[in-house]
Nanobody
Framework: QVQLVESGGGLVQPGGSLRLSCTAS????????MNWYRQAPGKERELVAS????????DYADSVKGRFTISRDDAKNTVYLQMNSLKPEDTAVYYC???????????????WGQGTQVTVSS
């Protein structure tokens, strides 16, 4: 059974930091790129950060570049999102996503966590 379990969300003051974790099970973690998305009330879900299956490349939304860092620990089947210098506009539900494509068939596999709330407020 595939599971992605996020943790680490909460309430933080502007300028503060949080580290989100997402622990995966039920699939071959090292074959999947891992992503963090977020969705604020009344807004569409947006891609925040990505890391390739090897961990060799990362990418970020312009709104979080220089403040957020994505990383993965394959020994623990876990991906992290370190969030620094948080702003009120970072308030959202943050979702962990695992994605892979089988090149021979072009089949894609896409798994989601249940989300964790991050609230940035004084």
């Amino acid at each position: 059974q595939v599971q992605l379990v996020e943790s680490g969300g909460g309430l933080v003051q502007p300028g503060g930091s949080l580290r989100l974790s997402c622990t995966a099970s039920g699939f071959t973690f090292t074959s999947y790129a891992m992503n963090w998305y977020r969705q604020a009330p009344g807004k569409e879900r947006e891609l925040v950060a990505s890391i390739t299956h090897t961990g060799g490349m990362t990418d970020y939304a312009d709104s979080v570049k220089g403040r957020f860092t994505i990383s993965r620990d394959d020994a623990k089947n876990t991906v992290y999102l370190q969030m620094n210098s948080l702003k009120p506009e970072d308030t959202a539900v943050y979702y962990c996503n695992a994605f892979t494509m089988i090149m021979a068939t072009l089949n894609t596999y896409n798994y989601w966590g249940q989300g964790t709330q991050v609230t940035v407020s004084s």
